[in-house]
């Protein structure tokens, strides 16, 4: 497998961010060939071939999405950009957009020729300020290149990008939610169908793709499909930014192969656990889906490789737990987290994430019950699939997976016993 990607993070001592340096290394060379050899059409079928798969988290692959939006229903085409990276344990969009914003621009402009869309959005998490700051300049720079606005490229093609922020809600990293806030009101997901191909924006044809799907693009129009194709395992390749945060050396964001194995993220890449230290679990795709025992971790993260495992790649968000993380308080918080951002739209949800946090107060405070166990897990069975959008999943997933890997802990904590992990804590320390 080529591990020496560089897609995303170019090995190059160039400010990116600089347009001048950033044309230096060829930027731009791929939109305008997109723009000037392409039919939109031809783009579009080039995309499916390569069989990018979306890397906001749910893997629907890009070019189908594309294929969605209807030609004639004499409504504008609009393309919005999922910025809002909220999930906890993510972090590989706001590296993009802070040090090579040009590269993102640069997949915005042709997905938005490719569906035929003359206004995109940027929507950015409002607490990315240096973000803002970056895409804002590198629009107007490009503007200033004749590459957005009227006759970009010289061609009759007309082409804008806005940058909106976000207020710091979870949910509008779901892209009914983001429309909805785009649009000024609450971001209450919408009831699909319709889907946002169809009526998205403004009751308008909207694709929403994800910041790392989008500068996969250039990289495709450059090297072909085939090229894209050739790296990873066949049902979902390509170059992937993996965010290891945790009990590990190195944390960060590193590039490497779609398929490239859990292990050696961690301790190759990320430089192992910490000193002393040994594996207890990971949360492969950020906080939302089922975690990992270590004796499971010897996977490919892959979208197909981590589902067989039983949790999912998700955002490749790589939460590291060593054997000092007490699992209880570990849940506790997370469902904390999406108690708080639950929009309250679905009764499953405002209720339930509120009931899986309260038995968790309880647990980890030492006065929970055997019965409460039960409940906790029957409340969590009965949020999944019930809502509007998946945040209750979202929620309910880490609860029922950590109390089926983890059964042990819970029970101690609810017969009284001292925290085993705080005792480990205390022996390592």
Known sequence: MNEKVLLHFQDTSADLTDIEQYLGEGGYEATRKALTEYEPDGLVNLVKESNLRGRGGAGFPTGLKWSFVPKDTGKPVYLLCNADESEPGTFKDRE???HDPHQLLEGIIIAAYAIRCEI?????RGEMALGYKVLVKA??????????????????LSIDIHVHRGAGAYICGEETGLIESLEGKRAYPRIKPPFPA???VFGCPTIVNNVETLACVKHIIERGSDWFKSIGPEGGPGPKLYCVSGHVRKPGVYEAPM??????LIDRYAGGMLPGRTLKAVIPGGSSVPILRAEETAINMDFDSVAKAG?????????VMDNTTCMVRALRTITHFYHHESCGQCTPCREGTGWLEKLLIRIDSGVGTDEDLKVLDSVAQG????TICVLADAAAMPVRSFLAKFADEFEAHVRGEDCRADAVHRRVA
């Open 259 to 264: 398929g490239t194995p859990l292990r050696d």
């Open 120 to 124: 995109a959005y940027i929507y950015i």
């Open 96 to 98: 993009i957009i802070e």
């Open 311 to 319: 949790s999912m790649l998700g955002s490749a968000g790589i939460i």
């Open 383 to 386: 949020m999944m699939g019930t």
């Open 198 to 200: 169809v009526y998205g």
């Open 139 to 156: 629009i107007a720079d490009a503007r200033n290149k004749g590459f957005l606005g009227k006759n970009v490229f010289g061609t009759q």
